[in-house]
């Protein structure tokens, strides 16, 4: 009887190890943004190629993404056979031996990834993340509401030029709002602009001891220009408004400017969803006292974490999804205009893409101008232009961008919000033994 009941219970064990992963089904997590809904529709090609493999979706906000991939991995919770990270966690979690290393057949052209989104997404020598688009950020505005105002936006602007030209093509009577940046709070959302503005304004996340300098006057000066220009020019309830809000107010004429993801510009000249396609133009991000770090430097990419059992399907896909065979057939169902960009070199030497996008060299100048290796003023000990690329900046990012959103709502003065942000990255700083 013994005997018996271990050979049943051998059996359940086995039934569950069976049960719990399915062969050939892959579970990717992503981000809800316009392109890799494109991708969850040309799946079907992928799975016709290749016989067996099947291909499952949980597509998230961005916040919601980066909390969920960041649980998985750091608990080995094995959720997902495909995440899509950035270049924040490809390094850190590549050099952790989370992320399987990608090893690409020659077919794939990995040469043909652009330098800076190859070494963002590296460690060690080890590509742990493969770009399936890339960006900067630069000035997206319309140029009739600036011409008609008798003005002009060159690059790199002074913010005070900015201030200039959103006063003028201000217009809410008639629902157009100067100017659209987001507010919604998290490290990767507000932050990220904020940030940017902070380093042209001389600031820096830390000092080269660890020390935070959020209560500095930069930061200061910084912020409270943020707030100003937000709140004098920006549309009701910036505080709730990151990319996937901004975005269809600007395709309805809601927004005189934006500053934001180089990406965008593709879905702003679509004249499927934009009322106002034909009247966008771009400029390189705005300075204060310096143009370091003025632009910042992302990637959306597939990676496969460390112990997924379906390792050899899932790099197959991120190979398929990264290629340049998937631009192609991205041009084929969709135009040389919306296509995935920023990742290869081959894209911006394209005709079709060249005659398609209007946005093409802005982008690629904004893509190739971001250093994270020198992205501020004063010289600091980090890695990164709108981030530090360290594991303790995803739980400051979010302390900080949330007491900056209350500070645009009105809820808390600018220096509180800054003296509570340096509290809470000190905290954090200690935490890990910086100091």
């Known amino acids: 009887m013994k005997n018996k009941i271990k050979y049943l219970l051998s059996l359940v064990v086995t039934f569950a190890a069976f049960g719990s992963v399915s062969a050939g089904e892959l579970t990717v997590a992503t981000v809800n943004n ?13 799975e016709e190629d290749n016989p067996g493999i099947t291909v499952n979706w949980v597509t998230l906000d961005e916040g919601t993404l980066r909390q969920r991939v960041t649980t998985d991995i750091t608990t080995k919770g094995g959720q997902f056979d495909i995440m899509t990270i950035g270049m924040y966690e490809a390094p850190i979690w590549g050099a952790k031996d989370w992320l399987e290393v990608l090893d690409f057949d020659s077919s794939y052209d990995v040469d043909d990834i652009l330098p800076a989104m190859r070494g963002g997404l590296s460690a060690n020598g080890n590509l742990y993340a493969a770009p399936f688009y890339g960006e900067s950020s630069m000035i997206m505005y319309r140029k009739d509401l600036v011409a008609n105002a ?37 490290w990767g959302e507000n932050m990220a602009f904020i940030t940017t503005v902070a380093n042209s304004f001389g600031a820096r996340w830390f000092d080269e001891n660890w020390k935070p300098q959020l209560d500095t006057a930069a930061w200061h000066h910084a912020v409270s220009f943020y707030v100003d220009l937000l709140s004098t020019y920006g549309p009701p309830g910036s505080e709730a408004n990151s ?13 005189g400017m934006w500053i934001d993801a180089t990406i ?15 009247q966008v133009a771009y400029a390189q991000s705005p300075v204060a006292v310096t143009n370091r770090g003025a ?19 899932a790099i197959k896909f991120v190979q398929w999804a990264t290629s340049k065979e998937y631009i192609e057939l991205v041009a084929e169902n969709k135009g040389w205009g919306n296509i995935p960009t920023g990742t290869r070199t081959s894209t911006y030497e394209n005709q079709n893409f060249l005659n398609a996008a209007n946005f093409a060299d802005a982008e690629l100048k904004a893509i190739l101008s971001a250093n994270p290796e020198n992205s501020t003023q004063d010289p600091t000990p980090y890695v990164g232009v709108q981030f530090a690329a360290i594991p303790e900046f995803q739980a400051i990012g979010q302390a900080v961008g949330q007491h900056i959103s209350e500070a645009l709502a009105g809820q808390t003065t600018v220096e509180k919000a800054l003296a509570a942000a340096q509290k809470a990255a000190d905290r954090e700083m200690k935490k890990g033994g910086y100091y």
């Open 34 to 46: 316009g392109h890799m809904i494109v991708m969850q529709e040309l799946t079907k090609h992928f």
């Open 150 to 186: 008798g003005m002009s936006i060159p690059d790199n602007p002074t913010w005070g030029h900015i201030v200039d030209v959103v006063d003028a093509i201000h217009d809410p009577d008639n629902g157009v709002y100067g100017i659209c940046v987001r507010g919604k709070p998290g």
């Open 243 to 255: 990319w996937n809000q901004i975005m269809p107010l600007f395709n309805e004429g809601k927004c």
């Open 264 to 278: 965008s510009a593709s879905f702003l000249t679509n004249p499927e969803i934009s009322k106002v396609h034909d």
């Open 295 to 313: 632009n910042w430097l992302w990637a959306w990419a597939l990676a496969v974490p460390a112990g997924t059992q379906q390792k050899d399907d």
